[in-house]
Structure formats: C-alpha cells, structure tokens
C-alpha cells in the first residue's frame, strides 16, 4: 500500500483545456486521433453529424486517456473507460486500487474541451460559452428557460446592466448548475430549481480563479466550493469540488484542494505525446470525417 500512499502524496489537482476551434485536423492528425480511442468510442464519435461536435467529443476522451495514462501510470493502450448508466465516464482498470478515490470529469462546448481532475475528491466540471439564442430575442429566450433558475438567480441575471451581460450570467449559473450535477452523477431529471447560486463576484476576470460563490441545496448552504474562472471573454468555467464519499461505515474524506490550479492549454502535439494506438488505422475515417460540414449555418453568425 506504500505506492498509493505515495500517488495521493505527489498527485495534484489537474486542469487541461484544449481549443477544438482552431484544431483543424490534417489526414495524419485525424486518423491517429482515431486509433488513440476504443472502438465503441470511434463509433460514438462517428455519429456526430458536424465536424465541430466530432472534435469536440474526441477531444475529451484523448484528456481523459492523457490523464490516466500520466498521472495513474496506466499504459495508454491498457485503459479501459466505460460508462455509468448515466453517462459519466469512469476508468474500470483496478491496479491496487491506486485509483479509488481519483475522480475526472470533462466538459465540451463552444470552443474548447475542459477536464478537470482530483487525487480524493469528488469533481464535476462544466463550460458554457455565451452565444446569442439560435431563433429569437433573449427576452423570449428567458422566457423559455424560466424554471431552470429561481427566483433570487432570475433577480440577479436581470439586475445585468445590458441583455448582452444578462445572457452572459445566465450562461455562468448554468454552468455552475451542469457543474453540480455532473459531480453527484445523476443527469438529466435533476430539478434546477433545487440549487441556488449566490454568485460572486458579479464580474469575473479572463484567466483568473474565483471561489467566492456559494450554492444553497434545498435552501441550505451545502460544503461544497466551486471554481470559477473565464478562459477568455465568453467562456465560463465552472468546477464544482466535494468532499469524497465512501462506502458504509467509512470515514469521510475532509480533504478538498486548497491551491487554484490554473488551465493549461494544450495543443494536440501535448495531447497524444504519451499515445500509444489501440487499433489499426482506418482511412475510412478521414472520409467519413471530411464529408462532415464543420458547424450549423446558423451558428456562424450568433456569437460575439
């Protein structure tokens, strides 16, 4: 047991974040990217009907497979990633149970996937980047997502001084929201209305860390410390840390970080360094991805 002692000693918190807008994979990127992940993972990224979403999901699962195979010194082509019935990712090796208390979570969207990881933990991560709604105004568009916020959230996303800036809150709490549930892994059907922010400070700095905001479950104050920081002008990070739970009848982990971690972000080269292919190569795959148009028509033109 000296070795896993060792592991929580020297492993820290790990924060990566990868921009899959400006990666615009050659033939040789692409089908190495595909032999770097499972089968079934190929298949799923596969599906993707827009080049954009097809990155985006690889782009995660080659954080995920950097992770373990650095930080757990797991072989790249040893991992083996399942998921619960919910979703969530989860490694299924078992090796001393070096891993039992390491948590990981990743988060897509807009231009960047994130990952964010924990030696003794519990960690759920979310990025939300603010984009005009795809048909209507954002009054309308509030309108529509009324239940999701209380209150008190609604009051303070109205309080913004412009709908540019009230868009730009709603998209912070949402995150923080995602964050929440993605930790506890209970996925959709989760009431919203259940978790309440008081966020702070109103404005947040590009590449700064924040953890001053506080969340009320069923109207109390729950332990749990959220992360928050801006990768640029329209991205929110949000990471949400508790504390590890265990099963009956043992003891509760108190340890959460105390150090802010900042995102690095990595380029593909950083990505797949420690790579080590699964499966042989399929030129099918280029063609399949290369037919794919990039994004919808109508997303060129909604963001600032």
């Not at 979570?105 to 979310?126: K, M, T």
């Not at 412009?162 to 912070?172: A, H, I």
């Not at 969340?215 to 840390?241: C, Y």
């Amino acid at each position: 047991m000296a070795a896993v002692s060792l592991l929580r000693f020297t492993m820290q918190s790990v924060r990566w974040a990868f921009h899959c807008a400006s990666w615009v994979p050659c033939r040789e990127e692409w089908l190495l990217a595909m032999r770097l992940v499972q089968p079934e993972e190929q298949e799923r990224i596969g599906q993707f009907v827009f080049a954009r979403d097809a990155k985006a999901a690889m782009a995660g699962r080659l954080l995920i497979r950097k992770l373990i195979a650095e930080k757990l010194q797991i072989p790249w082509n040893e991992i083996v990633l399942q998921r619960t019935s919910k979703g969530k990712p989860y490694l299924t090796n078992d090796i001393l149970g070096i891993h039992s208390n390491f948590n990981f979570n990743v988060s897509h969207q807009g231009d960047y996937a994130v990952l964010a990881a924990e030696p003794d933990c519990q960690v759920g991560i979310d990025i939300m980047k603010t984009n005009l709604p795809g048909s209507g105004s954002i009054p309308a568009f509030f309108r529509i997502m009324k239940r999701q916020f209380t209150e008190a959230e609604w009051r303070v996303i109205k309080s913004m001084s412009n709908e540019w800036l009230q868009l730009d809150m709603f998209y912070r709490l949402w995150a923080l929201k995602e964050s929440f549930i993605k930790a506890i892994g209970v996925g959709i059907g989760f009431n919203l209305q259940r978790i309440e922010f008081n966020a702070a400070p109103l404005q947040l700095a590009p590449g700064k860390i924040y953890r001053e905001t506080n969340m009320f479950l069923d109207g109390k104050e729950e332990g749990w410390t959220f992360e928050e920081t801006r990768l640029d002008g329209s991205h929110h990070v949000a990471v949400a840390l508790g504390k590890q739970e265990f099963g009956l009848g043992e003891k509760q982990s108190d340890v959460l970080p105390t150090d802010l971690t900042q995102f690095t972000v990595l380029t593909f080269e950083e990505l797949v360094v420690s790579a080590v292919p699964l499966v042989p190569e399929d030129p099918a795959c280029w063609d399949a991805f290369c037919s794919r148009k990039e994004s919808p028509a109508r997303q060129s033109s909604n963001s600032r």
